[in-house]
């Protein structure tokens, strides 16, 4: 084994283990549209730690601003399907999810442009799916490998993998159209101790910030 397919294998654990040792937050979320039809751009977002079943406050946020920046064109916005408990394994469950989606859009509707995002534990999954091509400690369902061509973008807030030093932004596949955001001190995704900085990502500019951003690659 490579020591690049090592480190990928130890994502899932990584993630776990990062997650397990920082302080997440409960937050007001807003339930998204759901996707009907082939849209021509389809959002994905998972949703951080113990935040209510929908994309979270941080993914509202950043939806609602990406909405300002398409012009005409249709989007749809699909809420990842997971517990967001404090069994950070669980985030596995939502990457099966995310992925059977992913995979139903490109089959379905293979003009639309997907967008990937998500906040603390909802980033994780993000990583999950873009980073690990085989099966490993409960996820099971990889993207297969057309599946790059069809992502736009990929936007992610307080990613905790950031932390053990790989953002998206370093990917050999998504990094050139991913934002990785994280706020200085922020803990889930720096060594720092500023509980507060996790919990702006909705309302310090990030989310506009990553809607520029993804809006130009669409």
Same mark, same amino acid.
């Given at each position: ?11 899932? &654990? ?45 993914? #509202? ?36 999810? &995310?992925?059977?989606?992913? #995979? ?16 603390? #534990? ?97």
């Amino acid at each position: 084994m490579t020591s690049t397919a090592a480190s990928k294998r130890f994502l899932l &654990a990584a993630t776990a283990a990062v997650l397990a040792a920082v302080f997440a937050l409960v937050s007001p979320a807003t339930l998204p549209t759901a996707a009907a039809g082939c849209n021509d751009v389809q959002v994905v977002f998972a949703r951080g730690t113990d935040e209510p079943v929908g994309i979270g406050r941080v993914g #509202q946020a950043f939806v609602n601003s990406l909405r300002g920046k398409i012009g005409n064109r249709s989007m749809g916005v699909y809420a990842v399907n997971y517990p967001a408990s404090y069994d950070f394994l669980a985030a596995a469950d939502g990457a099966n999810d &995310a992925s059977a989606f992913i #995979q139903g859009v490109v089959n379905d509707c293979p003009n639309t442009r997907l967008v990937l995002g998500g906040y603390s #534990q909802g980033a994780a999954i993000i990583d999950i799916i873009t980073a690990v091509p085989f099966p490993a400690i409960g996820f099971n369902n990889p993207l297969p490998p057309n599946v790059p061509d069809h992502v736009a973008a990929v936007a992610v807030f307080g990613n905790p993998t950031a932390k053990v030093g790989l953002p998206l932004t370093t990917s050999a596949v998504y990094g050139g159209r991913a934002i990785d955001l994280c706020n200085d001190g922020d803990p889930v995704c720096t060594s720092g101790d500023n509980i507060p900085a996790h919990r702006v990502y909705n309302s310090d500019g990030s989310a506009t910030r990553a809607a520029s951003f993804v809006a130009g690659l669409l």
